[in-house]
């Protein structure tokens, strides 16, 4: 069986899908179409409803056993408005496809399409999974936790993300952490308000909340070893009310940590609650905390990387090797905590908009380098000639 899909055929589907983005944990319609498609395409076994809207298409090799190499794709847009200004852009109000997730669905289509043509020279199972949820760090870790994916826990797991920034179609690799962890802290503190004529009544946060926002600031230097990265950008702060003549009695920082490695992360995250708690005994104030958004980090099996560097090489894509890791997350790191794998680059070019800016789209050139990538990874691993 030869591709179905074209070139151009799949160039329409990935305009098709950013015509019509849904939110994280919303993508009822675009895993709905997503399924339609692999029917049409033939995939004998598609899972639905994993981890909230995932979908599977789950192909078994001809040529024997082997082992199951996960490939994930996420099927989430973003909350940002699309001013892309393109015939496709988003028919959603305030709802955009601006991190790329459109290509990377398209990418993993075109990858299951091909493969369904060379199954017979394949020994082993691929998974390949349109994962919910990814940009709020709860879709992977929802499908890891769903009791259907016990059935198809692989081997191998592997992902693409496209980067703005690098040359078109460059290939980036590292070996170990590939992209930091990063967590949300929100510190809650609870005073209590008195008149503003009598401020010695209350028990105002206001000198722990400036405390807190230097001391998180400054905690990375005093907690991780010069080798390692941290850091934490506080990115949002409130205190009382606009009322002049009130003592303020609440306040809230919230701040964003990040590290290389989950071991100085969880320095990090034990350092900050210390310094809250310290910090609210010696204003006498009550406390409480909440993690929200918890990325692990990201960290790339050197094998598996040493061989998508065999298939760039093969493909005459070149190979981007950064020095140190990249300090945004991902949410594959859940799956990556789990099984060896390898999340990797692919440039989207060195001028190209930011992911999550309004005016990103994603590149069309790399659907067809994206699904060689991986089309040339499940060979190496699972081929027989
Ligand atoms: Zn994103
Ligand atoms: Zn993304």
């Known amino acids: 069986m030869s591709p179905r899909l074209s070139e151009s055929d799949l160039r329409k589907l990935r305009r098709e899908l950013h ?3 849904e939110p994280s944990g919303a993508e009822k319609a675009t895993a709905a179409r997503i399924a339609q498609i692999l029917t049409v395409l033939g995939v004998d076994e598609i899972r639905t409803g994993l981890g909230g809207h995932g979908v599977a298409a789950v192909l078994e090799g001809g040529a024997g056993d082997g082992p199951t190499i996960l490939l994930r794709a996420d099927l989430d847009a973003l909350p940002i408005p699309d001013r892309t200004g393109k015939d496709w852009s988003s028919t959603v109000p305030g709802t955009g496809h601006m991190c790329g997730h459109d290509g990377h669905m398209t990418i993993l289509t075109g990858v299951i399409d091909r493969l369904l043509g060379e199954l017979d020279g394949l020994a082993g199972r691929i998974v390949a999974l349109y994962q919910p949820a990814e940009e709020i760090a709860h879709g992977a870790r929802a499908v890891l936790d769903d009791p259907a994916f016990r059935e198809l826990e692989p081997d191998y797991v592997c992902a693409l993300h496209n980067l703005p920034g690098f040359p078109t179609g460059a290939v980036i690799l590292r070996e170990g952490t590939f992209a930091s962890a990063s967590r949300g802290l929100i510190l809650r503190l609870h005073g209590e308000t008195s008149h503003a004529a009598h401020p010695e009544d209350a028990r105002t946060p206001a000198p722990a909340l400036a405390a807190l926002i230097d001391g998180l600031t400054a905690l990375p230097q005093l907690v991780t070893p010069l080798e390692q990265a941290a850091l934490v950008t506080v990115i949002h702060a409130e205190l009382g009310e606009i009322a002049f003549g009130t003592t303020p009695g609440e306040a809230v920082v919230m701040a964003t940590l990040r590290a290389h490695r989950d071991a100085e992360m969880e320095r990090l995250g034990e350092a900050a609650l210390r310094l809250a708690e310290g910090t609210a005994r010696t204003w006498n ?3 409480e905390h909440e993690w929200v958004e918890v990325f692990p980090a990201c960290p790339n099996q050197a094998e598996l990387v040493h061989c998508l560097a ?30 060896p794998g390898v999340l990797f680059g692919l440039g989207a070019g060195e001028e190209h908009p930011q992911l999550h800016s309004s005016r990103y789209d994603f590149p069309d050139e790399l659907i067809e380098p994206g699904i060689e990538l991986f089309s040339g990874l499940v060979r190496r691993l699972l081929g027989v000639d």
Do not use: K
């Open 285 to 287: 104030l009550d406390w």
């Open 19 to 21: 015509r019509r983005p």
């Open 310 to 339: 065999e298939v760039a090489d093969v493909l005459e894509l070149p190979v981007i090797r950064p020095a140190v890791p990249f300090p945004w997350s991902e949410d594959f790191g859940a799956f990556l905590q789990r099984y």
